[in-house]
């Protein structure tokens, strides 16, 4: 591969540079990242849960410490005399920026109040209506009867990739969205059907 001094002197519009080798191991960042992280927290006597290896409990005289650890960033709560020194061990250890009280995670809203969370997720259905063109489709206030019959033929394909993934965005709307729970689940059911079967609502 040619040296950056020799990319400088050959420098060309109709030119492109072949990457044979990852530069600075960034394939490999974010495991390194992870596994000195959970090291770390490790040692400051968190245990990791079986549920999900990204989730961190500590109890301090009876009184827990959560982490919540996505990629880079970190989601902290607990008491706050021990949520104080939780982010004074993680900053000694870490290059880190306090962003205060949290309002948006992974597609969550979330607002506090004393005692009280609430949750919605307002941005991410209209990030996912425009994704699968149906920003000007209409509400029901019914989303789905429990009587359904099939039929062994339809008049248009189906897409099953964009179908998978429309599912996959329903089921994390779920979280907040408890009355699409049924709904949500007849339509995961269809995502290993042969093709040339299609559902319909039963009169």
């Known amino acids: 591969m040619s040296s950056l001094k020799d990319l400088k002197k050959n420098q060309k519009e109709t030119h492109v540079c072949k990457l044979k080798k990852a530069l600075y191991g960034l394939k490999q960042a974010p495991r390194a990242w992870y596994v000195r992280m959970d090291a770390y927290l490790l040692r400051l006597g968190f245990t990791k849960s079986s549920a999900d290896p990204n989730l961190y409990i500590e109890v301090v005289q009876e009184e827990p410490i959560i982490i919540l650890l996505y990629v880079d960033d970190l989601l902290v709560t607990g008491v706050d005399r021990w949520f104080q020194e939780c982010k004074r061990q993680l900053a000694a250890e870490f ?28 941005k991410y259905v209209i990030k996912m209506l425009q994704k699968f063109g149906m920003t000007n ?40 969205r408890l009355d699409i729970c049924f709904a949500v689940n007849v339509l995961s059911e269809f995502q290993m059907e042969p093709k040339h079967d299609h559902w319909i609502t039963a009169k």
């Open 137 to 176: 489709c209409k509400p029901m206030m019914t989303l789905m009867v429990t009587n359904l019959k099939r039929l062994s033929s339809y008049s248009s394909p189906v897409d099953s990739t964009c179908y998978k993934q429309l599912i996959g965005w329903l089921i994390y709307l779920v979280n907040t």
């Open 95 to 122: 290059d880190m920026k306090d962003l205060g009280i949290m309002h948006y995670y992974l597609g969550l809203e979330m607002w506090q109040k004393l005692g009280e969370i609430y949750l919605r997720q307002g």
